[in-house]
């Protein structure tokens, strides 16, 4: 059973970076074929995926969000990381880490909120 945790604050302010990791269990994040996506969800709005690192270690951003976004692993904690740059109150949202496969999403974690605000 693959399981997946998000962690990071729950509050950043404008202009910062958010950094949120996700620590994955039941299967190594180097196995083929799977990719791991970060995903959010607004308030009100749809979810929004912003990019992936795939298990050869390959990204892939958003073309929306790709200035702004940066993902990372730690192959010997079995984590991926997202990194988001000069954040706004409108970057506000629940935040979600999945596992890619085969062109949807077979695991999720189960959310994070953050909310930027001074």
């Known amino acids: 059973q693959v399981q997946l945790q998000e962690s990071g604050p729950g509050l950043v302010k404008p202009s910062q970076t958010l950094s949120l990791t996700c620590t994955v269990s039941g299967r190594s994040i180097t196995a083929g074929y799977y990719a791991w996506s970060w995903i959010r969800q607004p308030p009100g709005k749809g979810l929004e995926w912003m990019g992936l690192?795939?298990?050869?270690?390959?990204?892939y951003y958003s073309p929306s969000l790709q200035s702004r976004t940066y993902i990372s692993r730690d192959t010997s904690k079995n984590q991926f990381s997202l990194h988001l740059s000069s954040v706004t109150p409108e970057d506000t949202a629940v935040f979600y880490c999945?596992?890619?496969?085969?062109?949807?999403?077979?695991?999720w974690g189960q959310g994070t909120q953050v909310t930027v605000s001074s």
């Open positions: 999945a596992r890619a496969f085969s062109g949807g999403f077979d695991y």
């Open positions: 690192i795939a298990y050869d270690d390959k990204t």
